[in-house]
Every structure is written in structure tokens, then in C-alpha cells.
């Protein structure tokens, strides 16, 4: 099996910390407003439609302004933007995908590609104990940033060219 073992290091900065909590705040509203556009579908009465649909406009508007409030910290340090700013440049990662990945992934631009691949839960790792020798598997890793990388990969493949 796959070990990192990596050194030391300083506890993260306060700006970090602060992006990583916004982040993690959107990701939150992101959920509740999945919620609400689901009540909404089902709903048959009106009042509740109406009020579903005005927590789904809050919900929107707060989103919004967390996105501006992430973008605003990942720009007041230069070493979180000089990352963002690089992934944005890849092909398939926006925003969300960027501030996700700069906020989550300390790691970033530290690590080779499969200690990333691993941290980040797409690294095959074998299914073995003594003598049994099972399949490998995808598995482990940080499931935020799983989940991220495939958006991502969806973002990639709907886009009609290609960069190759």
C-alpha cells in the first residue's frame, strides 16, 4: 500500500483558514439549496411553493455573496492566488473547482502526482492481505475533493473542443 509520509509543517495562515471556512460554508448552501429546488418540484401547495421559492432566492443571494467573499481572500494572499490563478488556467476547472481545490489541497504544488493522486482519493490501491490477492481499487482520499475532480471531468467532457 501507498505511504506519504511528509514532513513537518507551519499550521496553516489565517487567510487559509478563513478561505477554507467559506468554502466550506458554500458547500453548505449548495446542499440547502439542492433542498429547497427539491420541495419545490414536489410541492403541490401554493403558500409553501412561495415560501420555497423565496428560501431558495435568500439562499442564492447568500451564495453569491460567499462566492465574492472566497474570491476576495484567495486575492489577498499571493501565494492562495498564485495557485488559484493556475488553476484556473487548466482546462475544465472554474471557479468553485479552483477555490475548492486551493482551500482543501494545501498540498498543492508540494506533493508528486501520486501522493496527489492518492490525498485526493483517485489512486488505485490494491485490496490485499497475505496470500489473498484482490482487485484495486479507487478509494479513500478527501471525498470533497473526489467529488470536485469529477464536476471537473464532467465540466471537461461537455465542453464541445477539446485543447489537444
Known sequence: ???WHQAPT?????????VVELVRARQVLVKERITWT???????HPRLKA????R??????LLAELEAQITAEIASCPELSARYQRLLAEFGIGAVAASTLVAELPELGQAN?????ALCGLAPLPKESGQKRGLRSVRGGRAQLRRIRYRATLSAIR????PL
Open 56 to 61: 431558495r432566492r435568500q439562499t442564492d443571494a
Open 38 to 44: 427539491n420541495l419545490i418540484e414536489h410541492v403541490v
Open 51 to 54: 415560501l420555497y421559492q423565496k
Open 113 to 117: 502526482r501520486k501522493q496527489m493522486a
Open 10 to 18: 507551519l499550521p496553516p495562515s489565517p487567510v487559509r483558514q478563513r
Open 159 to 162: 465542453l464541445e473542443t477539446w
Open 1 to 3: 500500500m501507498f505511504r
